[in-house]
């Protein structure tokens, strides 16, 4: 009988897998997909020659990351690449918006956009300098941080605190306004927002703006030499060593609960794997209180709540193998891994706009990567394994382009989103389309299907609105790993702090677990129910 099991083996579940097993925990895993690492996985499935990413690609996050960091995955043969420069934002008319590995590049390229908007960057670091370790810490560390949130208090009293706080919960839209006289700051700031689903009008869409940026100025956008597999490999290859179990193709469809305890897992095939002394679900905050926990054993306010969940936009993306380099109008787009396309600050807001009003774009944001600029490893030499993704809505009212895309995201549906998408990479790079060799759509149903976290293709497990944040996240009164359940934990990414290939939540709700002590009366009850429930698991049930 293991100590733990854990429900989902992406980043989260591997991570708590991994701290628990280095606490001398048996651990078993169980995944419902064919293999592991949910939203971080790579295959060839494109073009033999070609190794695409499926869902994730840069992790800024990881490498900041104190729980993987001390991982130590370099012992596991995991190898982070970079590109030339971090991040793009080319202009239809040519110019280009550079952030650059060193600060040094990006602070002399913004100033060609604008008088002193090089030193405008160079405080925005500065002030990074001063605190953002702190944050850091405090994004990672469970809800409440009190021992961090007073060590970063005395920081920020320092660096000018009231003006820091305010900035950060500005709209990225002032912010920019603010700080910056030409474009490229802007929209550096503004890109990086959209990697949440914060519209540039959206309270604290500055202070992730900047985040981002300064994650990207400091530790750049690095990808896992071979693939993003390469990452999950390693969590694996690092869980084995230390005795940990992994299955893979086992659904979970019920958390046991007897005397108000979680005590073991049931399979789609009507397997009962005890947990003795937790489980940890590395699912979605719906699939957890809404599917795998019987509302019996629920808060009477908890269904209310959850029905006021929120989850982040739905995401569309393509993969490409390109028989040649991406042809950018702004050649500087062709030295950066990660690339945003729209054509100024204003197309951003309207593509906001267009989904907040229930409209698919018909200039759709892009988020572009350069996988083979980023890892040379990815394809052959003079080619680009490359993708990008954009958001649409969850429900769909109209289509805002003239290709009538209703949202049933059948072969028309996608045939036609997917051209939409390329001709806005046209937009930047002229004759794009006929670098393609081959493509593969992954629509927001398919995202699910390769995994069931990403609901419609929502990538970060639920709003990065300030609403849902932080104490509210996922649910008011459930800021922390703990559920109302005994020995249950919520270890995705839909605890705080959210989205993003980190290991916090997992490494958090591993850490309640390990902090929690089993009482032994109840342990032993819950025990002897579930042996003599062994040949008819459905006495288990309460």
């Not at 499926?54 to 012992?75: H, I, M, R, W």
């Not at 299955?247 to 609960?257: A, K, Y």
């Not at 006021?308 to 739905?314: E, I, L, T």
Request: hydrophobic share 45%; proline share 7%; charged share 20%.
């Amino acid at each position: 009988m293991p100590d733990a099991v854990v429900i989902g083996a992406g980043p989260n579940g591997l991570v708590a897998a991994n701290l628990l097993a280095d606490a001398g925990w048996t651990v078993e895993v169980l995944e419902e997909q064919e293999e592991p690492g949910g939203a971080v996985r790579s295959d060839r499935a494109v073009h033999p020659d070609f190794v695409n990413d499926l869902c994730s690609s840069f992790y800024p996050l990881a490498v900041a990351s104190p729980v993987l960091g001390a991982l130590k995955l370099y012992e596991e043969g995991l190898v982070w690449s970079h590109a030339p420069q971090v991040l793009a934002h080319p202009l239809t008319d040519g110019r280009c918006a550079l952030l650059g590995r060193a600060t040094a590049g990006t602070v002399a390229g913004l100033e060609t956009f604008g008088a002193g908007d090089g030193a405008a960057w160079q405080e925005l670091c500065d002030v990074w300098d001063r605190v953002g370790g702190d944050l850091l810490d405090a994004l990672f560390t469970p809800f409440p941080p009190l021992r961090v949130l007073a060590r970063l208090a005395a920081r920020l009293r320092a660096a000018g605190g009231l003006r820091l706080a305010r900035m950060l919960l500005l709209p990225v839209r002032r912010l920019g306004e603010e700080e910056f006289h030409g474009e490229a700051g802007r929209l550096l700031l503004a890109g990086n927002a959209l990697h949440a689903d914060l519209a540039p009008e959206a309270t604290g869409s500055g202070g992730f703006g900047w985040l981002m940026s300064m994650l990207g100025q400091h530790y750049g956008f690095p990808v896992p030499a071979g693939g993003a597999q390469s990452l999950t490999s390693a969590l694996v290859r690092r869980l084995h060593r230390r005795g940990g179990v992994l299955r893979c193709g086992e659904r979970v469809d019920e958390i046991v609960v007897r005397s108000g305890r979680a005590v073991a897992v049931r399979t789609a095939i009507g397997e009962t794997v005890p947990g003795r002394r937790a489980v940890l679900a590395d699912v979605s905050v719906p699939a957890l209180y809404g599917r795998l926990v019987d509302s019996r054993h629920l808060p009477g306010r908890l269904p209310a709540d959850l029905r006021r969940f929120q989850w982040d936009f739905a995401t569309f993306k393509v993969d490409w193998a390109l028989g040649g380099p991406v042809p950018w109008t702004a050649g500087a787009a062709a030295t950066a891994g990660t690339v945003h396309l729209a054509d100024g600050m204003d197309e951003l807001t309207r593509f906001a706009a267009q989904i907040a009003a229930g409209q698919v774009p018909d200039r759709p944001f892009a988020l572009f990567g350069q996988m083979t600029t980023a890892d040379a490893t990815r394809s052959p030499p003079g080619t680009e394994a490359a993708w990008a993704y954009t958001h649409v809505p969850h429900r769909i009212r109209g289509d805002a382009g003239d290709d009538g895309i209703g949202g049933a995201w059948g072969q028309g549906d996608q045939e036609a989103m997917a051209d939409r998408l390329e001709e806005q990479v046209e937009r930047f790079a002229p004759g794009f389309r006929s670098r393609i060799k081959a493509r593969r759509i992954l629509a927001p149903p398919t995202l699910e299907a390769l995994d069931a976290n990403l609901h419609g293709g929502a990538l970060n497990g639920g709003t990065a609105a300030l609403h849902q944040q932080l104490v509210f996240r996922p649910l008011p009164g459930l800021a922390r790993p703990e559920t109302p359940v005994a020995g249950l934990y919520l270890a995705s990414a839909g605890a705080h702090p959210g989205g993003g290939v980190h290991g916090a939540p997992g490494a958090n709700a591993a850490r309640a677990a390990l902090r929690t002590r089993t009482p032994t009366r109840v342990l032993g009850r819950a025990q002897r129910a579930l042996h003599r429930g062994s040949a008819a698991p459905r006495t288990l049930e309460d």
